[in-house]
């Protein structure tokens, strides 16, 4: 049986409680410091091709767990809904609980409850919404900032000055 399988069979038993990294490698009888390096390469692949979810130092499988995943709809405010297939109503995100998602981005979250019971929050984004944004760039001493035309995009977008060092200002981009 593949290091994956037996993964994701651990992980089919714990249910919804999920497994920390600790527990499985203590299950898959895994001590030294190496392997643990090779086990934590193994979870962030699984993680990455969406096998498995990982969530406050514990992983899971994504429909085991109580994560939920959607699309972003932002609003020129700064605050977002975050629409569910399958679901009729979406849910509220306030804007401090967005965590760097913009709009159109897919994303995973997780329930805060909030007043109405309906607020979530971004654990991390799954797939970015849009490959290419419209705006104006400008730049100063520290980084480069990429103002949307989008009203949807309510805040700038940095950009690290060593990509953009030679990317005069105020220039559409």
């Known amino acids: ?20 990294f600790r527990g499985l ?7 030294s410091y190496s392997d643990k390096e090779d086990l934590l390469a193994v979870l962030k692949n699984m993680e990455k091709d969406n096998l498995i979810t990982e969530y406050n130092t514990r992983y899971f ?31 509220f995100i306030p804007k401090k609980a967005l965590h760097g998602a913009l709009h159109g981005d ?10 109405e019971g309906d607020e979530v929050c971004v654990l991390k984004v799954v797939e970015r919404g849009y490959k290419t944004i419209v705006g ?20 700038e977008i940095y950009i690290p000055l060593s990509t953009c ?9």
């Open 1 to 20: 049986m593949k290091i994956t399988e037996f993964i994701i069979s651990l992980l089919q038993t714990a249910g919804k409680d999920g497994i920390s």
């Open 25 to 31: 490698a203590k299950k898959l009888g895994i001590v």
């Open 61 to 91: 499988l994504p429909e085991n767990s109580a994560l939920i995943e959607g699309v972003i709809r932002r609003h020129e405010r700064g605050f977002a809904f975050l629409t569910v297939e399958g679901e009729s109503e979406d849910c």
């Open 106 to 115: 897919k994303v995973l979250a997780y329930r805060t409850g909030g007043k």
């Open 136 to 155: 104006t760039f400008r730049k100063d001493r520290k980084a480069g900032y990429l103002y949307p035309d989008e009203k949807r995009f309510c805040q």
């Open 165 to 173: 060092f030679n990317i005069p200002n105020n220039v559409k981009a």
